[in-house]
């Protein structure tokens, strides 16, 4: 059964939540505190980065902005190729 059905009175119900894949580990935020890298544990040899901004306006959060890194064995992997993939990031 996908990780987003669940079962309820006999019926599978699907939820409208994405299931997350993973766990950020580290952060690391630009300057302007409007920008972010999370470094990614899949598992325990699989990583990944994505990365995320927030606007001032909006108190909501923050929303992805597109980079993702492929899937690396090692944190420092991840962090090598978000560096080269990422304009501001300089670990």
């Not at 580290?26 to 927030?54: L, P």
């Not at 992997?77 to 300089?90: C, Y």
């Amino acid at each position: 059964m996908p990780p987003n059905t669940k079962i309820h009175k006999g019926m599978a119900i699907i939820s409208k939540e994405k299931p997350k894949l993973g766990k950020a580990i580290i952060s690391f935020n630009d300057e302007t505190g409007f920008q972010c890298i999370d470094i990614i544990m899949i598992s325990s040899t699989v990583f990944t980065f994505k990365t995320f901004r927030r606007d001032p306006e909006d108190q909501t959060g923050w929303f992805p902005s597109g980079v993702v890194g492929d899937l690396y064995s090692s944190k420092n992997e991840a962090i090598l190729a978000a560096e080269a993939a990422v304009d501001w990031f300089k670990a």
